[in-house]
Each structure stands twice: as C-alpha cells, then as structure tokens.
C-alpha cells in the first residue's frame, strides 16, 4: 500500500476584504421615468443631509448659527399696512423657514396661491424644500418650468403633487412654486449646500460621534482580536466572511473579535491581540480636532466662537470677534440674505398693498444700536 502523506489544509492565507460603509452624500441628478429627476440613485441626497444634520454636533451648530444670522431680527415694520401684510399672510414665519432650509440645502420652494383671474396671490405657505423635485428642463425656453412634491418620495406607492413654477402669467396654474437654489458651475437643476465641499468632513464628524459613543457603552476595552485554533471549512469562511464585514465603522469600537484557526493542539493558548493601543486615543483626538478645522473651512466661518465652538489653542479677542463678525456677515450672511429675501420680495410685488420692512442682525457686538428708522423700501440692513 502506498504511504499517504496527510495535507493539512492552508488556513495562514490572508484576505483582503471591501467593507461597505455608510457613504458621503452625494448629489446626482438622476432621470426618472415620472418626468422628474432624483437627487441620486437612490434619491435620498437631501433625506442624508438631513440626518447628517442630526447627528453632527458641530456641523448642525454652524448651519444653525447661519440660519440665525440670516433671520436677523426678522421682517421689521412701523407701518401698519405693512404689519398687516405681514401679519395676514404669515410672511414674518415664511421667512425664517425658508432661511433655515436655504443654510439647510441651498435653496427653498414656496408653495403660491392665486386668485381665479391670477392677478393677486391670495395665499403662500412655505414648502419642505427636501419634499420637492425638479422637472425636465424645458427645451424650448431652457428652464424648468414643472416640479413634483411628495411627503414621502420613499413609499411604495407616493402620492404626487404637480406644481407649474411661479408666473405671473394668467394661462399658468393658480397654485405654483415659487423655487429658488443657488447656482453651481456645470449643474443646473439641483443645488449644493454653502458646505457641499466638506461634506467629507460632515460625515467624518458622525462617524467619530459613533465611534465615541461605542467606546463608552462598550466599557472603554480597545478593539480586539481572539485568535482561536481550529479548521474553518469552506461555509466557515462565508460565515466568517458576513461577521466580519460588521467589525467596522464607528459601531466597532470596544468590540471582541474572534477567530478560529487551524495548526495548533490542546497545549496552544488562545492569542489576545489589541488594535489599538493606548495611544489610540490621542490620534483620534487629533482627528477630532483636525474635522472641526476643515468644517469651519467648509462653512466659511472666519472665527468658531461667533458660532459658540471654542478650537484649542484659539484666542479670541474682543477686536479679533468683532472684525471676523464684520467680515462673515459681509462675505456670508448678507448675500445669502438677500437671496432669501428674493423670495419674500418677489412674492410681495402680487400682493395688494405696498410692503416696508427692514431686517436688521442680530450681532453679538451690536446688542445697543441707536434706534434707526425703517427705511421707505424694502432693505437688507447691515
């Protein structure tokens, strides 16, 4: 009989292994079969801004304090027919909605009523700006000239609503959107955020958020391997496979992994390895801190502490303050304010009755102003 050799099987081989994370958003005007375009694939841009929103500590505080700044003081008045105006038609309240969603995603809708002979606007009522999609560009005038709304564009079977952009034109509908977005080079349907550039960083935020709070509810142990002895057969190795591709992203921290391998007897012990050493802590730190830096680049905030996030190692002096303030209301708040104001001052040229209103910061250096009166037309004071 022939001498057999034994051949254990090969279980030292490495594998290199793709692990889906939960991706940055991204923005990408999709052609659908309803005459609509989807923000991405799966039509969820600005459903991800939303929750990065929620979850970013920093982030949310910098889309907030634009959000505020922009508001200012909100829509001003001493002329009773103006209050009145403002008061009937809600427009103090319209205002600040759409200037959160403008720092939110770029651009805000109204939803406009006319009368039936379509020379008055009787009604406008402000529209989740997340809830809406664009149209196909019109060929013949190159705009878009239809859009859709649905509360849930995620349902099995949503409902629809179609709206014809605001025009003054009588042949139009009477119920319109009034849509407005900031424009970007070579898009034109959708827009980006004023921080769209650091979006990166937004979710690296999240992601360190996640990573910290594992760490604490796992009892601070560093991540860890457990290697155990013992053959993995083919279905293993798809098992393996499947659990491992859930020892990533910031849900890992502090978790125990173990491994069974082939080669050793009932005298080898179990091996205890730890990714991360003490040290760990200081380049997570380090990244903590880096993120912030790139998220006050992204939105384009000249000093932290005008929004209430103090970096380490900053100074902030009353001078320093004040001229970072002058400088981001100059570069930031103010023409964004203008753009939201667009929308206000549009819809009120069809509203019976002239409107006089001011809008004046609200600036942490300019708490005591001498009082001023409200100028005679529409203004965006600094």
């Known amino acids: 009989m022939a001498n057999t050799k034994k051949v254990n099987p090969n279980t030292s081989n490495i594998f290199s292994f793709n692990f889906k994370q939960v991706e940055i958003p991204i923005l990408k005007e999709v052609a659908s079969k309803k005459n609509y375009y989807m923000t991405n694939d799966a039509d969820n841009f600005f459903d991800q801004l939303i929750y990065y929103y929620e979850k970013g500590n920093v982030h949310s505080t910098f889309v907030d304090n634009l959000s505020s700044r922009i508001i200012g003081s909100g829509l001003q008045t001493t002329d009773q027919g103006s209050e009145a105006v403002i008061k009937s038609y809600e427009l103090d309240e319209l205002y600040k909605k759409i200037s959160f969603d403008y720092s939110l995603y770029g651009g805000y809708a109204i939803e406009i009523i006319w009368n039936v002979l379509h020379t008055e606007i009787t009604q406008v009522n402000y529209i989740d ?11 013949k005038i190159d705009e878009v000239t239809l859009f859709y709304y649905s509360v849930d564009w995620h349902a099995w079977s949503k409902e629809i609503e179609v709206y014809h952009t605001f025009d003054s034109n009588p042949e139009t509908d009477n119920r319109q959107i009034y849509y407005y977005k900031d424009n970007h080079p070579g898009k034109d349907i959708y827009p980006r955020p004023e921080y769209n550039a650091a979006l990166k960083w937004v979710y690296t935020e999240v992601e360190l958020n996640r990573y910290y709070a594992n760490l604490v509810k796992n009892n601070f142990v560093p991540t860890t391997m457990l290697t155990v002895n013992s053959f993995f ?55 903590t801190n880096h993120t912030i830096e790139e998220l006050i680049i992204g939105h384009r905030i000249p000093n932290p502490l005008l929004a209430g996030v103090k970096t380490p190692g900053q100074l902030g002096g009353a001078t320093e303050l004040e001229i970072s303030e002058r400088i981001y209301n100059l570069q930031v708040v103010l023409p964004k304010r203008t753009n939201v104001l667009k929308g206000i001052n549009d819809i009120s040229n069809f509203i019976p009755g002239d409107i006089v209103y001011d809008v004046i910061n609200t600036d942490i250096f300019d708490v005591v102003r001498e009082d ?10 600094e």
């Open 129 to 139: 700006f997340s809830r809406v999609r664009s149209g196909f560009i019109d060929d």
């Open 233 to 287: 057969d083919e279905e293993k190795q798809v098992n393996f496979e499947k659990s491992l591709k859930n020892f990533t992203g910031g849900d890992a921290a502090g978790t125990i992994f173990v491994i069974y391998n082939e080669g050793g007897d009932e005298t080898t012990k179990p091996e205890l390895i730890k990714f991360n050493g003490d040290s760990e802590d200081n380049k997570y730190q380090w990244l």
């Open 372 to 381: 001023k009166p409200v100028d005679e037309e529409k203004t965006i004071t």
